[in-house]
T-cell receptor, first 109, second 118 residues
Framework: QAEVTQEPSLTVSPGGTVTLTCASS?????????PNWFQQKPGQAPRALIY???NKHSWTPARFSGSLLGGKAALTLSGAQPEDEADYYC?????????FGGGTKLTVL | QITLRESGPMLVKPTQTLTLTCNFS??????????VAWIRQPPGKALEWLAF???????RYSPSLKSRLSVSMDTSKNHVVFTMTNMDPVDGGTYFC??????????WSQGTLVTVSS
């Protein structure tokens, strides 16, 4: 089964920009993996942010964007807010199955 | 407005079978392209996808757990049933169901915490 790897933790200053990445053990991530990104705060269910690499849900703040970067899926947060401190998970599609990454704990400090 | 909510036991004994029901509203599992996914999260750990059931009754399971999992749907009653056999303490955690569209998961349930203990 494929493994999906994310940075365990990252720190960003308020107002700053940070990029989280999502790598596949099978090789380069492409649009065919339909990367999804989720935000999860303590005690809450995950909230969907991005689907199919770069598409935002109606509730996704404009400061979040998705892309492909250097063979990985990427989530960029521009203008970080204190409320963005959370765990972030990517998800990749491998045909009929999906795999979550291990998550990135983002600290806004 | 799409909502999902699981129901089921919060405590199961080792070797027992876990059965959870995901009741949903705001969409139909008879609509082409729609699916319901099951995901779990052990305390303090990452999300783990478990299963999909699609509008056409196609089912997909995590390869590592496939022999223990089963999903079924009742489109008339708007719910999906998930079972996991031979439960072990390491299977404890929060179980979520989620609405799936074309290559995305968008709406999630609040989750139900399941403990496996004798």
């Amino acid at each position: 089964q494929a493994e999906v790897t994310q940075e365990p933790s990252l720190t960003v200053s308020p107002g700053g920009t940070v990029t989280l990445t999502c790598a596949s053990s099978t090789g380069a991530v492409s649009a065919a993996f339909y990367p999804n990104w989720f935000q999860q705060k303590p005690g809450q269910a995950p909230r969907a942010l991005i689907y199919s690499t770069r598409n935002k849900h109606s509730w996704t703040p404009a400061r979040f964007s998705g892309s492909l970067l250097g063979g990985k899926a990427a989530l960029t947060l521009s203008g970080a807010q204190p409320e963005d401190e959370a765990d972030y998970y990517c998800l990749l599609y491998y045909g009929g199955v999906v795999v979550f990454g291990g998550g990135t704990k983002l600290t806004v400090l | 407005q799409i909502t999902l909510r699981e129901s089921g036991p919060m405590l199961v004994k080792p070797t027992q079978t876990l059965t959870l029901t995901c009741n949903f509203s705001g969409f139909s599992l008879s609509t082409s392209g729609v699916s319901v996914a099951w995901i779990r999260q052990p305390p303090g750990k990452a999300l783990e996808w478990l299963a999909f059931i699609y509008w056409d009754d196609d089912k997909r399971y995590s390869p590592s757990l496939k022999s223990r999992l089963s999903v079924s749907m009742d489109t008339s009653k708007n719910h999906v049933v998930f079972t996991m056999t031979n439960m072990d303490p390491v299977d404890g955690g929060t179980y979520f169901c989620a609405h799936g569209g074309k290559s995305r998961l968008d709406y999630w349930s609040q989750g139900t915490l399941v403990t496996v203990s004798s």
